[in-house]
């Protein structure tokens, strides 16, 4: 098998030290080995999670033409196109309750919305343009041959396979699932995520902040976004800048986790033993991200766990987090559908400060104006200003080559609605 190091390194324009963005997630991607194990879960379980399996109906949705509307079952061949006809009415059919007869020369059925269509009739005249006239309906001219029928299987068709392997189980498919009688499901294991916070100034919730101190918050935003993900969180708490309690954690990380995503310790600046620690526990490369925020970034693999190694700024671990570590961690879970979060277009509401030759996430409000999408940034973009990215609704997604943005020109962003 390939290393990581042999495998980046094939790669175009791969520059450790000054890796675009878009290198990046194609390095990470190249590498990535997604879990293969399978378990059989209840339908509402596999919300959220990976399907493993092909769903292919056995039978057909609807099983049966039924009526669109409540109204009357007709022969079509019994209407006239100028004239209104008259037919006799010999029974009702409800949903749940099938007109056992069958329809005649001049006869029509009462229908409800859902019931199936008697035998002979092939269009539903609705209700509302309908007269009775003793036993007898009047039918106004202008109908057309099949209207208001659902047809057996315009939903799902027997032996046409509907939902794929790969593909995440949302709530419209727990119902399409349902539809057709299958109580279990197979889907992809959840994929198991250790994190911990590195740094000696770090103190958890509960104990008063001493001089030069502050809470780790980290942990909780990755806490927050794993959340979304469907994956199994393994919070190792803070670990401190100390060779011996790193090794450890690493160690007892690595064998119970699939993927495992450390803050702090790999800026320039940074104790170097904790990058001469990742490197020998593993095979961790060192990068220089051409980005804002989010620049130094490790990724690597420490026994068979991926390692994302990011920067310990609370922005920056967002950054990180959404525009790598996210997409990586849906493709370790086996997932191969709907992955890219979409850029949309809109006008930048105000000049931004931009320098060509990295990107930049700065967080913005997507606001809408004389039915036009507009977007603002959320003033202070520095990487400690978490309070930034609390008050944004998107990203604004500034490219690589781009300068100075003008108001009014358009700008991408990305909803963060859309990166859970
Ligand atoms: P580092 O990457 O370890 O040099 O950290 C960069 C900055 O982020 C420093 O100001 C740290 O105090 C801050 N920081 C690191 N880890 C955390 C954390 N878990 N919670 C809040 N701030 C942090
Ligand atoms: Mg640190």
Redesign the pocket.
């Known amino acids: 098998m390939n290393t990581i190091t042999q495998v980046v390194s094939c790669l175009d324009g791969y520059d450790p030290d000054a890796l675009r963005v878009d290198k990046a997630g194609a390095a990470i991607h190249a590498c990535l080995i997604p879990v293969t194990e399978i378990e059989a879960v209840a339908i509402r379980d596999s919300l959220g999670r990976v399907l493993a399996q092909e769903i292919v109906p056995q039978i057909d949705v609807p099983g049966h033409d039924n009526s669109a509307m409540d109204g009357y079952a007709v022969r079509s061949a019994d209407l006239a196109l100028s004239k209104e006809v008259s037919l006799k009415e010999i029974g009702s059919a409800f949903a749940g309750k099938v007109f056992q007869g069958k329809i005649q020369a001049g006869e029509c059925v009462r229908i409800m919305t859902g019931a199936v269509m008697p035998q002979g009739a092939d269009t539903v005249v609705v209700q509302e343009v309908c007269r009775a006239d003793q036993e007898r309906i009047i039918i106004p001219p202008g109908q057309k041959a099949g209207q208001n029928v659902r047809a057996a299987g315009e939903d799902l068709k027997a032996g046409v396979a509907v939902l794929h392997p790969g593909q995440p189980v949302r709530a419209a498919d727990l119902g399409l699932i349902a539809s057709l009688g299958i109580a279990e499901v197979k889907v992809k294991r959840r994929l198991r995520v250790a994190f911990f ?3 000696d ?2 103190v958890s919730i509960g104990t008063p902040l001493a001089q030069g101190q ?6 909780y935003t990755l806490h927050g976004m794993l959340s979304g993900l469907g994956v199994e969180i393994i919070d190792m708490g ?1 670990v401190r800048d100390d060779p011996q309690k790193l090794e450890a954690a690493f160690a007892a990380a690595a064998d119970k986790a699939d993927a495992i995503i450390t ?5 320039v ?2 104790a170097d033993f904790v990058r001469q620690l990742m490197a020998r526990l593993g095979e961790v490369l060192f990068w220089k991200i051409a980005m804002r925020p989010g620049r ?1 970034m490790a990724f690597g693999k420490i026994g068979s766990a991926f390692l994302f190694g990011l ?4 922005v920056a671990v967002m950054v990180t987090f959404h525009q790598f570590v996210r997409n990586a961690l849906l493709v370790l879970g086996g997932q191969t559908d709907s992955i890219e979060i979409p850029l949309l277009k809109a006008v930048s509401a105000t000049a931004i400060r931009k320098v060509a030759g990295r990107t930049e996430y700065q967080r913005g409000v997507l606001f809408a104006e004389n039915g036009n999408w507009k977007v603002r940034t959320t003033g202070q973009q520095g990487s ?1 200003v978490l309070r930034s990215v609390s008050e944004a609704n998107c990203y604004i997604v500034l490219e690589h080559e781009r300068g100075r943005v003008e108001a009014g020109e358009l700008v991408s962003v990305q909803l963060m609605a859309a990166l859970a």
């Open positions: 916070s590195t740094g100034e770090l502050l809470y780790d918050s980290n942990r803070v803050t702090g310790g790999v800026s600046g940074e130094p920067p310990g700024n609370p400690g």
